[in-house]
């Protein structure tokens, strides 16, 4: 699909009003057109049976909409994972906002398919003090790498995510609290001993706190180690 049949499509999507709500909650992100994700992740896959490669090389970054697109069409798209990796890796640094990075993380595909090299390259973005390459790590290693093999080494990982951004912490504490709901045990005995600073810690004690997913029981003993 030609780029200007791209952007004319994201242009018939464009809805003012949805835009101006996307805004109030996404403070940092590129110029809003408003489409809406399904719409979005539709014309990714179309875009992503074709010429994906032609797309990535070519779209600019002008609307947070193409942005969005980007990480769509890299989740979805049909390569060898060292190609997809590549991709990833250019898109990441222009990552600026919350909604492009957890759209990003949580529709690649390529993880769960490929978790021994992801890993592997998730922990050189962990190294990264940039506020959105460290949310990256949190948000995928919590949509792709919550399982039995790899619990341990995850809630580790979240004690190695210290840069002082409101997005990095926010994203350790939603991977937490998430881990808390799948492997209670296992992440009880990491909020005894771990090295969150006392704002992340809190938060994701709230955040399990306020989950569905926690027993009611368990709340209260969470309550109880707020720091």
């Known amino acids: ?8 499509r994201l242009m018939l999507l464009a809805d003012g009003k949805n835009a101006k709500r996307s805004g109030s909650i996404t403070p940092n992100a590129r110029p809003i057109l408003g489409a809406r994700i399904p719409e979005l992740r539709k014309l990714a896959k179309e875009i992503s049976k074709e ?9 600019p970054d002008d609307y947070m909409e193409q942005q969005l697109l980007q990480a769509f069409v890299i989740g979805y798209a049909k390569a060898d994972i060292e190609e997809v990796l590549q991709y990833a890796d250019r898109f990441i640094p222009k990552v600026g906002d919350w909604c ?18 992801v890993w592997e390259w998730l922990m050189g973005y962990a190294k990264w003090q940039k506020e959105y390459a460290q949310r990256v ?12 093999e790899y ?20 994203g350790v504490a939603w991977c937490v609290a998430t881990a808390y709901a799948k492997y209670p045990q296992k992440t009880h005995e990491f909020l005894l001993h771990n090295r969150l600073a006392d704002w992340t810690y809190n938060k994701a004690i709230q955040k399990m706190i306020e989950s569905f997913r926690v027993k009611e029981q368990d709340k209260e003993m969470l309550r109880m180690l707020k720091r």
Do not use: W
Not at 1 to 8: Q, S
Not at 51 to 59: E, I
Not at 137 to 148: E, G, I, P, Q, T
């Open 151 to 170: 619990i341990d080494p995850v809630l580790e990982a979240m004690n190695q995510l210290n840069f002082d951004g409101y997005y990095t912490k926010m």
């Open 1 to 8: 699909m030609r780029l200007e049949e791209v952007n004319r």
């Open 137 to 148: 790590v949190a948000v995928m290693l919590m949509s792709h790498f919550l399982v039995d």
């Open 51 to 59: 010429d994906f490669r032609g797309f990535l090389d070519r779209c």
């Open 100 to 117: 492009v990075n957890d759209s990003f993380c949580q529709g690649f595909a390529a993880a769960k398919r490929n978790r021994s090299r």
